[in-house]
Structures are given as C-alpha cells and as structure tokens.
C-alpha cells in the first residue's frame, strides 16, 4: 500500500533563496506525524505546497498517490486543515460555518445535516452550534475549525499549530481530540512549537532545518538517539551546558568530575534536547 | 454556478442576520449627496429639461451601486484574504477558479443591488416622475457587476490593506465626482470631457440618467459599460490564477 504522503525532492525559492531544499518524506495512512523546525526552518511553506496553496519549485508531492501540482483540484477533496490563525468566517454561526465548507465539498442537504450534527457531537459544541464565532471561546473556535475540517470525511488532516493560544485544559482536551480522529483512521500531519504535544501525540516526528529534514524517527528512538540521560551544568550562575549519557549510571560517573561550584541537574532528555542539539535553536513558530 | 451560490450563501446568510442595519448604514451617503446637491446646491437649476433633483438622483444611484458593490466584493475579499486568511480555505476548497471568482463578485453585486434598490425607493417618493423600466434596470445590474468584478480584481491584487484603501483613493474618489455624477459632461471643455469618458462611472451614469428621464439610450455607454466588466472579469481570472496553483 503507498504511503498517504510521499514527498520526493521537493524545492521551493523565493526570489533565489531556498527555503524548502530537496525534502524528502514519507507518511504512512493512519500515522499521527511530527512535523518539526524552528523559526524560518520552511515548515509553513512545505504545507501551503502540501495543500496546493502553493506551487513547488521542483520536485514531487504525492498525497493518497495523486499529484499534487498535476491535480490539485482532486487533492483537495482528500485533505483537512486546520491552519494556525483563526479562519472561520465570523459574519456565520458555528453550524453555518460548518454547512458553508460541506456546500463547498458539494455534500447534498441531507449529507450536511447529518454531517454537521454528527460533528458538532463528535467536538461537543452541539449546544453552541448557534452561537456567532466571536462568541465562543477560544477553544470552541478551535473545534470548530476541526469540525470543519471534518466535514467531507478526508483522509489526511493538516494541522498547523492547533493549540496555540490554548490554555492547559483545552489544549489537552484538543490533544484528546487529535488521537480520537486518529485511532478513527485518519493520517494527521501535525506542526506545533509545543515540543510536548509533539512528544505527546506523534508516533514519529520529522525536524525540518534549513528546508530539509535533518532527523526523523519516534520520540523515544530520537531521545536514544541523543542520549536518554541529560546533564545540565550552569557554570558561574548564568551560561548551562548539556551533556548527553545513554543512562543514569554513565551520567553518575559523569557527575563526579564536576567541581562542587557547578549547579548540576540530572533528567531524562526529552525531545526538546533532541531538537536543541540537531537545529541550535529552541522550537519557534514558523 | 452551484458553487459560485456556496460562496455567495455564506454572504446572503450574513445579510440576512443584519439586513435592517446594513439598508440603514447604506442609505446614508445618498441620502447627503441628495440632500446637499439636489435640495441645496441645485435647487431652481435645470439641466438637459429636467429638474437638478431627476438630473441627480440617476447618477447618485449609479454612484450607490459603484461604492457598494466595489466593497461588497472588493474590500471584503481583501480582509478575508490578508487578515483574516479566510480566503485561502476557498482556495483550498475543491471548487474551480471561475465559480469562486464569480461567487465573490456575486456578494459585491448583491449588496450593490439591495443598496441601490433601497435608495431607489427613496428617491421614487422624492421625485416620483422619475422612470423605472426593465432598461434601467439592466444598466444598474451590469454596473453593479462592472463595479464588483473591479472590486474583486483589486482585492486580489492588493498585499496590504493599505493598498486598498489607496486605491479608493486615487480611482474611487476622483470617480465618485468626475463620473458625470452630479454635473452634465456637455459643460466640461473637450479635452476634459474626453477624459471621463474614460472612466466606467460616467458610461453607468449617463446611461442610468437616459433611462430613468425616459430619454433616447445611450447603448454604446452601455457597450463601454460592458467591455470594462469583460476587462475586469478576464484580469481578476488572471489575478487569481496567479494566487493559486
């Protein structure tokens, strides 16, 4: 079976400077995945390709084996998203919202109803369905964009940065509806800045660095990778280096050659070391 | 053209939810123009056999559709597509670049319609004399979407909001009170006359202004009229053909 997304080779310059350069990348159908980078590390762009928004410099981008720059108009029945910055239409009510993306996946009246009803069940937003966007909160928006994406059964669901913005409860209630619509089948292509969530949701994440993927695997085999073991030394109270061990017992060893006016932490390396240690940057919105 | 009604839907749902604000908020710029120039300013004037209020209310209607169906289309689309980013969930839509530029300037023409016609019926109880036959209102429909289709053209091609509102400014405003609007063009000299001509909003007055007088039509401000939608139609397919793969 081909994978979901299959990406070869891809390139895209603006005015002669590269920002994706030859990205190659494969997601499986059903896979929850990581797409990480820092600031200007090409994320953003690599989805508007992915979801014909924009057209590539070079290269191939296959979504469920069609062509995205050759059939565009049939890639577009096969994906969701769910974007950053809040695209609901505001002048509309959240179930009108969601009718106006059924009306333009050409779902029939009896399609819509049911479709929305079901989905507005599936976000809880039922009792809100008629409530104006500006006034809901900002985690109703959020599943209701969700919903929205929704609408026509896709297969592949993009989302970028969904709970940013989000405080702590209604991101993990996001976070439980991101594996909810996963373990119903769909493949989620996900970018965030929250190294949690990414090491919380994905099954494999992929770090984008200066428009190529520089590292790919799951959490837990890039955490190996690096080293399960971190050891934090802040020298003279402000500059902190980090050094990696395979587990405690080597880090132990580690620790006593430190001299005693060393503050030292001992942790489990999480994927943010991961990311620190490959890119040099800590995780920014793209 | 299903397609171009979901995008129009969502925009009729709106209107619908707001309609007595929106007729209220839009009457209010005829409504000055008629009562400054055509109670002020023109009283006792005559101009081509008509008094100065028939003379004006043809052009101010022309004037009412031009703003609102221009913004309707143009100014909204700018915000959904810079600010709020909406736009690009169309794009993203498995719809076809002609029903979606069609749809948006459909909003543009509705709310051009629902304004003109509003000030219509004002005017009709000013100055009930005034004709209103089927030519009339083929010539306020075709500028309705001369002036959408322009609005549409402009939004895709603005990146920023900045560069909408300057070209309100340097193509809308000297429009607004050059287009033959609230004078006859027969007392401007030549060389400026010829000028105006070149302007959309003059052939949409003119031909508004034979109508409802009852005078012979002036078809080819009509055709003029028709060749900028043409124009306007063929560069925002080409604008929006550009945005998108």
Known sequence: MSAMIEISGLRKSYSGKMVVDGLDLSVDRGELFGFLGPNGAGKTTTIRILTTLTKPTSGQVLINGIDVTRDPASVKSEFGIVQQHLSLNRDLTIAENLELHARMHHLSGRERKERIEELLDYVELSDHADYLIDDVSGGMKRRAMIARALIHRPKLLFLDEPTVGLDAQTRRRVWDLIRKMNSDGTTVFLTTHYIEEAEALCQRVGVLHHGSIIAIGSPLNLRMKLGMITVEITLNGNSTQYRYFPDRAQAAQFLQTLTTTERVIMRESNLEDVFVELTGQKVLGD | ?245
């Open chain 2, 1 to 245: 053209m299903m397609d171009a009604y979901s995008i129009l839907w969502a925009d009729l749902m709106a209107l619908k939810r707001r309609w007595p604000r929106y007729i209220l908020t839009t009457l209010v710029s005829p409504i000055l123009y008629l009562v400054a120039f055509g109670w002020g300013l023109g009283r006792g004037i005559n101009l081509n056999g008509a008094s100065y209020l028939e003379f004006v209310i043809p052009g101010i209607i022309a004037l009412t559709a031009m703003t609102t169906s221009f913004n309707g289309a143009g100014t909204r689309l700018n915000v959904d597509r810079l600010y709020f980013k909406s736009f690009d969930e169309c794009l993203m839509a498995p719809i076809g670049l002609t029903s979606l530029l069609i749809g948006k300037a459909l909003i543009g023409v509705v709310r051009g319609l629902v304004s003109s016609v509003a000030f219509l019926i004002v005017a009709l109880i000013i100055a009930p004399q005034i004709h209103i036959g089927p030519q009339f209102l083929l010539g306020l429909l075709l500028t309705c979407l001369t002036f959408a289709f322009l609005g549409v053209l402009a939004a895709l091609l603005a990146r920023s909001h900045e560069d909408m509102a300057t070209f309100g400014s340097l193509i809308l405003m000297p429009m607004t009170f050059l287009g033959g609007t609230f004078f006859s063009l027969n007392q401007v000299p030549a060389g400026l006359k010829l000028a105006l001509y070149a302007l959309p909003l003059t052939h949409a007055s003119v031909f508004l202004r034979a109508a409802a007088l009852n005078q012979s039509l002036p078809w080819n401000s009509f055709l003029v009229l028709l060749a900028f939608f043409v124009a306007f139609l063929a560069g925002g397919m080409i604008a929006l053909k550009r945005i998108s793969i």
